[in-house]
């Protein structure tokens, strides 16, 4: 039963479980199941636990190309760019101190990249094109001898833009630095392939693929192997690269939801595309509205809009019976307008008055009627209020 | 980005009834019983536009009817509507003396934005000018 009145278009920032993941989750909790820990080999519980845990792995690892032992659990995509990004930059520091990024990645790159930079790290975070694309040719441009990292997301998770990150693996495979992909925003909505894409290290979260919160995976290559130096020490749990135990019932849902993602992900996205669309229509018919991002190569449950002649926290609070996200600054702790889309170079103004619309596999015709009604009544209610100014 | 919140402490009951319902949203068409003042800009986060009527063009006089358009936050929005009504007999002394404090008590709006109010202030200020210089 849905107890909030509003109409839910956030699935980017995180989705509902499937309720057909959440009964297996379910089944690894209760005193008759699976509770037992991963690592008790010494007793049914603990290998009934063992076996659904490895059985999960290989769905994971079945949806992005990869082989079971390439997965290594962790607590999210944080977590997971964290291990990436400071495990492999500290690890083969004798390589080189230089790392290429984006300066529209996610919060959890860019933060741990200043951690490097702290360590004596130099970061190149290249700009992208008005759309949001970094093109391959900058990183080319950008790695030099002493490069031994580059890291660029798949989707942006403001814009919903795709990155070339087939071109730039390949490249960084030519000239042996390593690849890390942050693939939070693309796992379950994109075809994924490791191998094809030359990618050494990628980030995946069970959250935004109708998994649970509070699990996600790393995955890395081993033939040959990339050498990580752990962040968490303990129990040597996951080859000793990720320590603690193991959440069962959070990874049996991840494996869950990824399987059921890569099942169903052709009839999802054939069905979010005919919705955002009519979604965006509806907005673009307010007029003076500007798309966030690149208008083709994006994913297709997104939506970046900007909306010239109204204020940021006005819009936000006028659209309350929608669950979206803003890139206002007024109501959070940040004080700057979205990082992402002044990169693109939107001015302050234009960012403050931008919202993500973000539909998902519970999204209804019905939401997205309401959605265009909300958005039409209230935006030009609102600029009726300013016209003139 | 951040997520954008149901209606929590932030607004204000009064607030909210003025953002949702404002009153007086308008300007009234020139004419010699009409004076208008206006302050700030969009990048500043708020423009107020405040427009009356006076009841003659005497000393004494006093506002008839306001009208006003705003643009900003929903505090900025509650405000010019909160005062439309609030300037509705106002002599051109008590206009002169008007201070943002009264509409930031009324309306309960939170410390962090009673720097925009300034900005209505010297829409009243501007008003109170054209007042001045019109008699």
Known sequence: MNTCSCVYLDNAATTPVDPRVAERMIECLVPTGAHGNPSSAGHEFGRRARALVEKARAQVAATIGA?????VWTSGATESDNLAILGAARFHADRGRHVVSAKTEHKAVLDALKQLEREGFEVTYLKPDAHGIVHPQQVKEAVRTDTQLVSLMHVNNETGVIQDVGAVGQFCRE?????HVDAAQSAGKLPLDVEALCIDLMSVTAHKAYGPKGVGALYVRRKPPVGLRPILHGGGQESGIRSGTLATHQIVGMGAAFEVAAAERDADVSRLRVLRDRLWQGIAAVGDVELNGHPEQRVTNLLNVSFHGVEGESLQFALRE?????????????????YVLRALGR?????????RFSLGRFTTNEDIDVAIAAVQREVQRLRQLGQGL | MTAVTSPGPEYSDIVVD???RPRNVGRFEPAADVIEG??????QGAVFTL?????????DS???SVRFKAYGCPHCIAAGSWLSERLVGCTQDELQRWSWREVAAATDIPPEKRGRLLILEDAVRALSEAWRLSV
Do not use: T
Not at chain 2, 38 to 43: I, L, P
Not at chain 2, 51 to 59: G, T
């Open chain 2, 18 to 20: 003025h953002f949702e």
């Open chain 1, 67 to 71: 082989r079971p032992e390439n997965i």
């Open chain 1, 175 to 179: 000239r042996g630095v390593l690849f």
């Open chain 2, 38 to 43: 206006s302050a700030g800009r969009r990048e």
């Open chain 2, 51 to 59: 427009s009356a009527i006076l009841s003659a063009r005497v000393a």
């Open chain 1, 347 to 355: 001015s302050d103004q234009l960012a403050q008055s931008s919202l």
């Open chain 1, 322 to 338: 929608l669950a979206v996200s803003a890139g206002s600054a007024c109501s959070s702790a940040s004080e700057e307008a979205s």
């Open chain 2, 62 to 64: 006093f506002i008839k």
